[in-house]
């Protein structure tokens, strides 16, 4: 087990090289975010993407508390947010550009 991943998420070396082979080795890729699904998730703008990327806050609407993962316009994950003292932010802590 690692983290949210059990033995039967595994897939074999035999299975990946196929894959490799096949062309098919996507199917065995799951989404960054399923590593980090017991974090809130934070829908990012486009406009909010820009300033995460940059490194910069993001207003926290409704509140913010602890870590979140901040999900980009194409639903991928793009950045652990943490909240910032105050609640009314989010700050990137780290980003995952694309």
Known sequence: RAGPFTLADAVTLAELQAGFQDGSWETHVRPASDAIAALPRVEISPEGWTHIRNGNPITA??????????????????????????GQMWHPRKVFLS
């Open 61 to 86: 609407h409704g509140g913010a508390e602890g870590l979140a993962a901040g999900i980009g316009p194409d639903g991928n994950l793009v950045a652990i947010l943490e909240a910032q003292s105050d």
